[in-house]
Protein backbone atom coordinates (compact mmCIF):
# COMPACT_ATOMS: atom_id res chain seq x y z
CA UNK A 1 0.00 0.00 0.00
CA UNK A 2 1.28 3.27 -0.87
CA UNK A 3 0.02 6.36 1.24
CA UNK A 4 -0.05 9.68 -0.22
CA UNK A 5 -0.36 12.89 2.07
CA UNK A 6 -0.74 16.43 0.15
CA UNK A 7 -0.45 20.07 1.54
CA UNK A 8 0.05 23.25 0.79
CA UNK A 9 -3.69 24.44 -0.43
CA UNK A 10 -5.25 27.32 -0.18
CA UNK A 11 -7.18 30.28 -1.48
CA UNK A 12 -5.01 32.91 -3.80
CA UNK A 13 -5.55 36.42 -5.54
CA UNK A 14 -5.12 35.89 -9.29
CA UNK A 15 -0.93 36.25 -9.79
CA UNK A 16 -0.55 34.73 -6.20
CA UNK A 17 1.79 31.74 -5.44
CA UNK A 18 0.96 28.59 -3.33
CA UNK A 19 3.41 25.63 -3.00
CA UNK A 20 2.05 22.10 -2.56
CA UNK A 21 3.45 19.00 -1.08
CA UNK A 22 2.99 15.22 -1.33
CA UNK A 23 4.79 12.85 1.19
CA UNK A 24 4.60 9.41 0.02
CA UNK A 25 4.79 6.18 2.66
CA UNK A 26 4.42 2.73 2.31
CA UNK A 27 6.48 0.38 0.07
CA UNK A 28 7.76 2.91 -2.40
CA UNK A 29 9.67 2.13 -5.30
CA UNK A 30 12.54 3.64 -7.01
CA UNK A 31 11.41 3.58 -10.96
CA UNK A 32 7.86 5.44 -10.00
CA UNK A 33 6.59 8.55 -11.29
CA UNK A 34 4.89 11.47 -9.10
CA UNK A 35 2.97 13.96 -9.80
CA UNK A 36 -0.04 16.04 -9.79
CA UNK A 37 -3.18 16.17 -11.26
CA UNK A 38 -6.32 18.84 -10.81
CA UNK A 39 -9.88 18.39 -11.04
CA UNK A 40 -12.55 20.53 -11.63
CA UNK A 41 -16.79 19.72 -11.09
CA UNK A 42 -17.56 18.05 -14.38
CA UNK A 43 -14.34 17.42 -15.76
CA UNK A 44 -11.84 14.89 -16.45
CA UNK A 45 -9.23 14.62 -14.22
CA UNK A 46 -6.16 16.32 -16.06
CA UNK A 47 -2.04 15.72 -15.58
CA UNK A 48 -0.43 19.23 -14.49
CA UNK A 49 2.75 17.88 -13.94
CA UNK A 50 5.12 14.64 -13.70
CA UNK A 51 8.42 14.26 -12.27
CA UNK A 52 10.46 10.60 -12.91
CA UNK A 53 13.36 9.63 -10.01
CA UNK A 54 15.82 11.10 -12.74
CA UNK A 55 14.73 14.60 -12.26
CA UNK A 56 12.97 15.24 -15.68
CA UNK A 57 9.91 16.93 -15.58
CA UNK A 58 6.67 17.08 -17.77
CA UNK A 59 4.43 19.80 -17.75
CA UNK A 60 0.89 20.84 -19.13
CA UNK A 61 1.20 23.29 -21.63
CA UNK A 62 -1.29 25.66 -19.32
CA UNK A 63 1.03 25.19 -16.80
CA UNK A 64 4.69 25.84 -18.89
CA UNK A 65 6.67 28.74 -17.82
CA UNK A 66 4.51 29.19 -14.39
CA UNK A 67 4.66 25.87 -12.23
CA UNK A 68 7.42 24.29 -11.19
CA UNK A 69 7.45 20.48 -9.92
CA UNK A 70 10.53 19.07 -7.86
CA UNK A 71 11.49 16.14 -6.09
CA UNK A 72 13.02 14.87 -2.94
CA UNK A 73 13.78 10.95 -3.75
CA UNK A 74 15.10 10.59 0.18
CA UNK A 75 11.92 11.82 1.63
CA UNK A 76 10.08 10.46 -1.08
CA UNK A 77 8.35 13.96 -1.58
CA UNK A 78 7.60 15.86 -4.85
CA UNK A 79 6.78 19.61 -4.71
CA UNK A 80 4.43 21.75 -7.00
CA UNK A 81 5.69 25.34 -6.78
CA UNK A 82 2.93 27.62 -8.22
CA UNK A 83 3.63 30.95 -9.39
CA UNK A 84 1.40 33.63 -11.68
CA UNK A 85 -1.85 31.60 -10.49
CA UNK A 86 -4.92 32.26 -12.47
CA UNK A 87 -8.69 31.69 -11.94
CA UNK A 88 -8.58 29.02 -14.64
CA UNK A 89 -5.94 27.39 -11.96
CA UNK A 90 -8.75 26.86 -9.41
CA UNK A 91 -9.15 23.41 -8.66
CA UNK A 92 -8.71 20.23 -6.54
CA UNK A 93 -5.25 19.25 -7.08
CA UNK A 94 -4.06 15.32 -6.82
CA UNK A 95 -1.00 14.05 -5.90
CA UNK A 96 -0.21 11.23 -8.12
CA UNK A 97 2.04 7.97 -7.59
CA UNK A 98 2.35 5.58 -10.83
CA UNK A 99 4.48 2.34 -10.95
CA UNK A 100 4.97 -0.10 -14.18
CA UNK A 101 3.78 -3.28 -13.47
CA UNK A 102 2.58 -7.14 -14.94
CA UNK A 103 -1.19 -8.00 -14.20
CA UNK A 104 -2.39 -11.37 -15.89
CA UNK A 105 0.77 -11.44 -18.09
CA UNK A 106 -0.09 -7.89 -19.31
CA UNK A 107 1.62 -4.72 -18.92
CA UNK A 108 0.26 -2.39 -16.69
CA UNK A 109 0.56 0.49 -14.34
CA UNK A 110 -0.24 0.77 -10.66
CA UNK A 111 -1.84 4.40 -9.31
CA UNK A 112 -2.38 5.61 -6.29
CA UNK A 113 -3.43 9.00 -5.68
CA UNK A 114 -3.95 11.32 -2.48
CA UNK A 115 -7.16 12.91 -1.23
CA UNK A 116 -6.59 16.12 -2.66
CA UNK A 117 -6.35 19.71 -1.99
CA UNK A 118 -8.13 22.88 -3.38
CA UNK A 119 -6.75 25.75 -4.91
CA UNK A 120 -8.96 28.53 -5.35
CA UNK A 121 -7.51 31.69 -6.90
CA UNK A 122 -9.96 34.38 -6.84
CA UNK A 123 -10.23 38.20 -6.49
Known amino acids: QVQLVESGGGSVQPGGFLRLSCAAS????????MGWYRQTPGKQRDMVATIITSGSPNYADSVKGRFAISRDTAKNTVYLQMNSLKPEDTAVYYCHYQVPGWVNGRRTDYNYWGQGTQVTVSS
Open 26 to 33: GTIRSDAT
